[in-house]
């Protein structure tokens, strides 16, 4: 099975997604700012992805800016992440392989 966090509105993202579909898979999309994950879900996705959550968040968006997280530990950006999914950076793929951020999207290989 394979999933993947989604954002419609990425580049990315959509052109992971095609890259999956374009080799007949057919993945759970989860659009995790509609849906998204757990903090724990969150966590055990960035550890097996081998990140820390600071590798994971987007730190460009405004709102990180706005809630001060350029000196946070691990556990405030887990929270704050699991708080405001537009912090989690995008897309996350799971497959039987692994876990990768697709970010750039040629990182999706490492799995395929």
């Given at each position: 099975?394979?999933?993947?966090?989604?954002?419609?509105?990425?580049?990315?993202?959509?052109?992971?997604?095609?890259?999956?579909?374009?080799?007949?898979?057919?993945?759970?999309?989860?659009?995790?700012?509609?849906?998204?994950?757990?903090?724990?879900?969150?966590?055990?996705?960035?550890?097996?992805?081998?990140?820390?959550?600071?590798?994971?968040?987007?730190?460009?968006?405004?709102l990180y800016q706005e809630l001060n997280?350029?000196?946070?530990?691990?556990?405030?950006?887990?929270?704050?992440?699991?708080?405001?999914?537009?912090?989690?950076?995008?897309?996350?793929?799971v497959t039987e392989k692994g876990v990768?951020?697709?970010?750039p999207a040629a990182v999706l290989e490492?799995?395929?």
């Amino acid at each position: 099975m394979t999933t993947i966090y989604h954002n419609p509105r990425c580049g990315t993202s959509r052109s992971v997604l095609q890259a999956l579909q374009e080799r007949g898979l057919q993945p759970e999309i989860i659009e995790y700012l509609k849906t998204p994950p757990t903090r724990a879900q969150l966590a055990a996705l960035i550890a097996a992805a081998g990140l820390s959550p600071r590798d994971a968040v987007r730190s460009k968006e405004a709102l990180y800016q706005e809630l001060n997280l350029e000196a946070a530990d691990d556990e405030r950006l887990l929270d704050a992440m699991a708080e405001h999914p537009i912090l989690i950076n995008r897309p996350i793929v799971v497959t039987e392989k692994g876990v990768r951020l697709c970010r750039p999207a040629a990182v999706l290989e490492e799995i395929l």
